[in-house]
């Protein structure tokens, strides 16, 4: 079984900095395009930003500039660099992450971690 694992959340005054991370662990050959999401609360869940195996990255524009997305590919680690937080950016953020194992292509997600931003 995989399992995708993150940590690194917390509470943080505005303006301040986290960095959170996601392992993947498990049955694994190869892990394609890795993505953050994050979830506020009474929102639905949102897409923030995505990085592929070849290290292109894609993010969204309320968080262009101040988070950045990153990967290890030997250790199977996401990360997201989150600066200059606002209080709107509080809420759980996901990982989710295409594998290939077993001769298949399948999608997993983190339990979450929740990042609180204080103002």
């Known amino acids: 079984q995989v399992q995708l694992v993150e940590s690194g959340g917390g509470l943080v005054q505005a303006g301040g900095s986290l960095r959170l991370s996601c392992a993947a662990s498990?049955?694994?050959?190869?892990?394609?395009?890795m993505d953050w999401y994050r979830q506020a609360p009474g929102k639905q869940r949102e897409w923030v930003t995505s990085?592929?195996?070849?290290?292109?990255?894609n993010t969204a524009d309320s968080v262009k500039g101040r988070f950045t997305i990153s990967r290890d590919n030997a250790k199977n680690t996401l990360y997201l660099q989150m600066n200059s937080l606002k209080p709107e950016d509080t809420g759980v953020y996901y990982c989710?992450?295409?594998?290939?194992?077993?001769?298949?292509?399948?999608?997993?997600w983190g339990q979450g971690t929740q990042v609180t931003v204080s103002s």
């Open positions: 498990g049955r694994i050959f190869s892990i394609g395009t």
């Open positions: 989710r992450a295409v594998i290939l194992r077993d001769g298949g292509r399948f999608q997993y």
């Open positions: 990085i592929t195996g070849n290290g292109d990255t």
